[in-house]
Every structure is written in structure tokens, then in C-alpha cells.
């Protein structure tokens, strides 16, 4: 097998922003593009190969095909055959709902889907305007938070963020959550798409509906615990690995290249994804297949793989992660 790009799929949102199209390098006039899923076995919004000898075939029918060689023997068996991660960018011109997703028992009980766990890294904060919110400021009842959604103050029980480029947050399932206007953010995830909606600030749509709200399966859903500190810290450094993110469903780690790196992936029962922020490279894996990758670029490099020398051109900034 060889490194995977994916075409893109563009998401117009009532909330989204206009920074995708340019990000990605695209000419296209597609408007309010909220969300860029770079990698998904979603069904339904299932990735197609871009390049290579498998172009044209989406990621199920990948893992169909390759099995363990795509994904990893233990991922393989775990995940039943599914692509297990979920990858996106993430543009929000105004905030988006506030909202929670279930863990794995109650989704798969509920939806026979997993859960879902993820992580946001901050890309850009539109001049230092963007915020966010990420768990619960004080502690509640769920008695109290539904009262809260019924009279418009449930904004005022949860941590709030001023962000900047770099920042890091993780959200466990059950963690309530919004990213808010002036966000741009790199968005890992399970592979997942329920979403209980808590809370809209009573936004109609463009036919002039309120979207539903999901009071009652959220309230089961949430995880009531209060943390001091939602953020992920961390030191950054420059031509070495700084790990972010690890658990159950994924480790995540930054790299900031200006050297030329080798990777070991031997050892490793897994694929992984090289999510590009900044600059750009030429990574080249141990069968000699080499590949470009820039800004605003995904790629998924086989469980087969089994290292890689990383070249940036000048500068690179890009997330690695796998399961």
C-alpha cells in the first residue's frame, strides 16, 4: 500500500466561515463551508481516494479490502471492520450549538453507533477575537440543567476560553461543549455523528425554524463533573515530538519541523494521519513512495507502513495521530 489523500468533503453551515476554501488551496465559490471532513468513514459521507492506484474508491471499501494491512490487526478486530477516527477542519464565523455526545455504551445502545471522544486544536482565532466553551464552571443537577436550557442561562454554568493559535482541548464523551465565533480549529474524533443539541441561543434557520434540541437524551448523556482547568498544557518545541492527546480512542502529537525527521512506525499496530497546519513537506515511506503534503492537507499512511523521512520545505507544522 501507499500514503492516502482524500477529497475533501465541504460542509455549508448556518454558522460557517469563509477561511476553508482558502486554507485547502481550492477555487471554488461554495459559501459558509463550516466544516472540511478530510478523512471519514461516516455512512453516508464515506472519503474517496484522490490519488494513486485505489482513486476513486471510498474508505469503507478500503477497509474491505485491506483489512489489518489498512488499519491494524487489533484495530481491525476492535472496530469491526470500521474506519475508527473521524477527521476535520473546522471554520466558525459565529458559535456553534452548545452540545454533548454519548460515550459508548449509551450511543451504541441508543444508536448501535460508538461514541464520541475528541480533540480540538486551535489553527487560528481570527485575530484573537475567537472563544470557546468546554465543560461545566460549577456543579449542577440535571434537574438544574434542564431548567437552566428552559430559561437561557445554561451559558452561564459553563467554562468559557479566550483561545490561541496552539491550543489544545480534549473533550471525553459526556463533556459539554461549543467552539465559538472566530474559531479555526483541527478536529480529531471517533468515527461518530451523534450529536445531542443543548443549546442554539434560539438561531432559526433559513426558513425561520429553531433546530430541535435533544434536553432529554442529553441529560443522561453528560458527564457532571467539574474541572479546575479544561485546557490541554502542554510545551511546545521545535524538531522533536510533543504529545498532546493520548487515550482509548486515539494519541495525537504536534510536530514543528524546520530539520529533516525519521519516523519509526515498526513496532506500531496501526495506521496514521499527518493533519497539515502550517508550511509543507515531502515525506517518503520505506517502500520509496513519497508524497507531498501542505497546509490544509490530510494523509493516511497504511498500518503497513513502517517508517518515514520527513523533509520540510523550509517549515511544517502538522498533527500525527492514530488509534
Not at 113 to 140: C, F, P
Not at 156 to 163: C, R
Request: proline share 4%; glycine share 6%.
Amino acid at each position: 500500500m501507499y500514503p492516502l489523500k482524500f477529497k475533501p468533503i465541504l460542509k455549508s453551515t448556518i454558522w460557517g466561515g469563509e477561511k476553508i476554501i482558502p486554507f485547502k488551496h481550492f477555487d471554488c465559490q461554495q459559501a459558509q463551508v463550516g466544516e472540511s471532513w478530510e478523512i471519514s468513514d461516516v455512512p453516508g459521507d464515506e472519503s474517496v481516494v484522490a490519488n494513486g492506484a485505489d482513486a476513486g474508491k471510498n474508505l469503507t471499501q478500503l477497509v474491505n479490502e485491506y483489512k489489518a494491512a489498512l488499519v491494524g490487526e487489533n484495530n481491525y478486530k476492535r472496530f469491526n471492520g470500521k474506519f475508527p477516527l473521524l477527521i476535520k477542519f473546522i471554520d466558525a464565523q459565529q458559535d456553534l450549538s452548545i452540545q454533548v455526545h454519548p460515550n459508548d455504551e449509551l450511543a451504541m445502545k441508543r444508536h448501535n453507533s460508538m461514541g464520541k471522544t475528541e480533540m480540538w486544536y486551535v489553527i487560528g482565532n481570527d485575530g484573537g477575537k475567537a472563544h470557546l466553551r468546554s465543560g461545566l464552571s460549577k456543579q449542577i443537577t440535571p434537574e438544574e440543567y434542564a431548567r437552566r436550557i428552559a430559561d437561557n442561562t445554561i451559558c452561564d454554568v459553563l467554562a468559557d476560553y479566550a483561545v490561541q493559535p496552539g491550543d489544545v482541548f480534549f473533550l471525553p464523551a459526556g463533556r459539554i461543549h461549543s467552539i465559538g465565533a472566530g474559531c479555526f480549529i483541527a478536529e480529531i474524533q471517533q468515527t461518530s455523528n451523534i450529536t445531542y443539541r443543548i443549546y442554539d441561543f434560539n438561531r432559526k434557520d433559513k426558513n425561520g425554524n429553531t433546530r430541535e434540541l435533544h434536553t432529554e437524551l442529553s441529560k443522561d448523556a453528560i458527564d457532571y463533573t467539574v474541572s479546575a482547568d479544561y485546557r490541554t498544557h502542554y510545551t511546545p518545541k521545535q524538531n522533536e515530538p510533543v504529545e498532546l492527546v493520548s487515550c482509548p480512542y486515539f494519541t495525537t502529537t504536534v510536530y514543528d519541523l524546520t530539520e529533516p525527521m525519521e519516523m519509526d512506525y515498526s513496532e506500531l499496530d496501526s495506521f496514521v494521519i499527518y493533519i497539515c497546519m502550517e508550511g509543507a513537506c515531502s515525506i517518503t515511506d520505506n517502500e520509496g513512495n513519497q508524497v507531498e503534503l501542505q497546509a490544509g492537507e490530510s494523509v493516511l499512511f497504511p498500518a503497513t507502513t513502517e517508517s518515514l523521512s520527513v523533509k520540510a520545505n523550509g517549515h511544517v507544522k502538522f498533527l500525527e495521530t492514530y488509534v
